[in-house]
């Protein structure tokens, strides 16, 4: 099928080492795939575009061990293949999860052969696309011998889309991709998009924003508008969803919504949404018996409560627990799981400290089949944050990392910015929770109700996530919610060559792009040394959260005449004494607080001397000005793949690099003019004032 849209890493071109590719011939080009569930289409079908693709020639589909001279490849499962069972023991594949699998190399009747086998369906498919990455890498297979179930049970994608307007929330790609008006009929598209998703090991995906309600209610975010995501649940647009979970089904997927708290009065006709009314967790249970009616294999709810105008449980006095527990008890009986969003706030002199004050006291309250779902960081999604302080104080709580695969804050669809080396400073921050030793993405795989939930970047652009470069960001999400103890670099350099193709030269460029791009962001857009929230909010002449606007935010970067931070220490809003271990100390020391957290933590005067001398006014110019040298470098690096990467995504790219450099400039001028209004001192290599 000829589509008009780009295959991201799913390119299976055609491999060219001779040696490799009679190697794969033969024992791919045959393939003998068993004749079961609805994944098993889905194996076939990649199959049949994957090694066609990589192998150059249309491979042999069998229902039978094939009569080929050459070997073959097997699909499925122990109990109907002979092959299976003579190269995978029994115990081997009892002992893995729902979507594990095994991948082996054998030798079978005197021909070679590769296995691909599960205890399900969906660790067939998840093995199918392992397979595939392989060959698509250049990877040896004679010795295959893989064993892999994926860390965290909950790799969750959440689309904040817009179901009748087709508009995306803080997306940069175009339209929604879901199009409401002609559902139930599928587009192809939706099929595409499920294999993307599934290819990287994501299992679960949230249809509609948040937001499911225009928030015309005080507090409201006016920058939000016009959403009628909850209108979702009605029974007459539930075939809607229904056709959309037939598509996501098949790969794996399952499919969720966000509902409004207050469905019971918007979508039924009840007078109350207090969640300790009898008739409202009537109403839940009949819209949850109704909803698996339809969809048997429906994932669950998300919920966006008590924040940014949205509904919930504090409009009847009820905690989030109490709030959640309704929703988590209508869906228990047919293993359904609510995603219940930490991300509330309201005035208060420290924003930092109000998730935790708001969910800590509720640890060990919460339904089995709920799930607090974290942002990563206390604020939301800036450039960088320290990590939330929630991770590691929930223990008797399932709890999710919420990551923002879309780049609100870090130049949207505009400027390069992978998120993995983020993604991974988080994963690895030592919370202390249960000691010495409690990474964050060990807090995310212990049980069921575990795991990652992010942000989609996707929308009706050709290339998907607006920016090219951005498809990482989606690709690497998945690979991390799968095993978040791979590193970013690994991941991106996969990434790169399934992308770009196997050119070790151009997946070590790409690569060292990816890498150094989020450096360079922080340091244009924040100065580098803890400071945020300095972006444009406003609705006219610029780009709401793109442009920079530190004027808006005093109270967040506590800037003055004295100098510049806030103090999140004991003297002040003391949000670093929520951490455990060793955290509270060190943070709340600016000799050992973290040079890249300082200004998070403290308020210092503009001439105090950071470890190597230099001033904190001076530092935060240095780093602006080098930001922007980054960038102009990472532009330059990028010109000189002219000629090895395809024309169209070379240019494309190369495009949003100009525009970078230039808002880069805007960002750095800003921020440094704003620091000298206040500060009075020049920089010392005279870059500030600026002319
Ligand atoms: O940061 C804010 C975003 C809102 C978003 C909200 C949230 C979906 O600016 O656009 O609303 O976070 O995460 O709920």
């Not at 937001?211 to 909850?230: F, L």
Request: hydrophobic residues 35%; negative net charge.
């Amino acid at each position: 099928v000829v589509t008009d849209y780009d295959d991201c890493w799913l390119q299976y071109d055609r491999v060219d080492d001779p040696d490799r590719l009679s190697a794969y011939r033969r024992r791919c080009l045959h393939a003998y795939v068993s004749e079961e569930g609805p994944e098993l289409r889905a194996v076939r079908q990649e199959l049949r575009v994957g090694l066609d693709g990589l192998l150059g020639r249309e491979p042999h589909l069998w229902q039978h061990p094939p009569r080929s001279q050459d070997g073959f490849l097997a699909v499925g499962r122990r109990d109907n293949m002979e092959v299976v069972r003579h190269a995978v023991d029994a115990a081997e594949v009892d002992g893995l999860d729902e979507e594990g699998y095994v991948l082996r190399a054998t030798e079978w009747e005197g021909q070679d052969c590769v296995v691909v086998t599960a205890n399900t369906d969906r660790g067939m498919l998840f093995g199918t696309f392992h397979l595939l990455r392989l060959l698509s890498l250049g990877e040896p297979i004679a010795d295959l011998d893989v064993v892999e179930e994926p860390r965290a049970k909950e790799r969750v994608i959440d689309h904040w889309d817009n179901p009748f307007r087709g508009s995306v929330e803080r997306g940069y790609a175009g339209q929604s991709i879901f199009d409401w008006e002609t559902l139930p009929d599928l587009r192809e598209r939706y099929w595409d998009y499920a294999r993307l998703l599934a290819s990287t090991g994501i299992n679960g995906v949230v249809v509609n924003n948040v937001n499911t309600e225009k928030p015309d209610r005080e507090g409201a975010n006016d920058a939000i508008a016009g959403m009628e995501g909850w209108q979702l649940l009605e029974s007459e647009n539930l075939e809607k969803v229904a056709a959309l979970a037939t598509v996501f089904r098949r790969y794996g997927v399952r499919t969720f919504l966000s509902v409004n708290y207050a469905a019971p009065m918007l979508v039924g006709d009840l007078d109350t949404a207090d969640p300790l009314e009898d008739d409202v967790e009537a109403w839940w249970k009949r819209k949850a018996d109704e909803l698996y009616e339809r969809i048997p294999d429906f994932g669950g709810f998300l919920v966006k409560a008590d924040s940014e105008g949205q509904r919930g449980p504090y409009d009847y006095d009820r905690d989030h627990a109490e709030g959640a527990n309704v929703l988590g008890r209508a869906l228990e009986p047919h293993d359904g799981r609510v995603f219940w969003r930490a991300f509330v706030y309201s005035e208060h002199e420290d924003r930092a400290v109000q998730a935790y004050e708001t969910f800590e006291p509720l640890d060990g309250e919460f339904h089995d089949n709920v799930t607090l779902q974290i942002k990563n960081g206390p604020i939301d999604f800036q450039p960088r944050e320290p990590v939330s302080t929630l991770f590691g104080a929930m223990p008797e709580t399932n709890v999710a990392c919420e990551l923002q695969i879309t780049q609100e804050y870090t130049g949207q669809g505009v400027h390069a910015c992978s998120h993995l080396p983020q993604w991974e400073e988080v994963l690895e921050f030592d919370t202390h929770g249960d000691g010495e030793g409690t990474e964050v993405r060990d807090l995310l795989v212990d049980r069921a109700g575990e795991g990652f939930a992010g942000v989609a970047n996707v929308g009706e652009d050709r290339n998907w996530t607006g920016h090219d470069l951005a498809q990482l960001n989606l690709y690497g999400f998945g690979r991390l919610a799968w095993d978040p103890t791979l590193g970013s670099e690994e991941v991106t350099r996969e990434w790169a060559a399934q992308t770009f193709g196997r050119n070790p030269s151009v997946v070590e460029t790409v690569t060292r792009i990816q890498e150094e791009s989020w450096p360079a962001v922080i340091d244009y857009e924040t100065g580098g040394i803890g400071l945020m929230h300095m972006m444009y909010n406003g609705e006219a002449r610029l780009e709401n959260h793109y442009d920079p606007g530190p004027e808006e935010w005093p109270e967040y970067t506590g800037i003055a005449e004295d100098g510049i931070g806030l103090d999140r220490t004991p003297s002040g809003s003391d949000y670093a004494s929520q951490y455990q271990g060793p955290w509270p100390a060190r943070y709340a020391d600016p000799e050992t607080c973290p040079e890249e957290l300082l200004l998070f933590f403290h308020h210092l005067p503009w001439e105090h001397e950071l470890d190597d001398g230099t001033t904190v006014i001076q530092r935060l110019y240095d780093n602006c000005f080098e930001g922007v040298e980054a960038v102009r470098a990472l532009r330059e690096r990028w010109s000189a793949l002219a000629g090895t990467v395809d024309e169209r995504r070379h240019r494309r790219v190369a495009e949003r690099f100009d525009e970078q450099v230039v808002q880069a400039e805007r960002w750095r001028d800003s921020l440094v003019s704003y620091f000298y209004e206040y500060a009075g001192v020049p920089d010392e290599r005279g870059r500030v004032p600026l002319d």
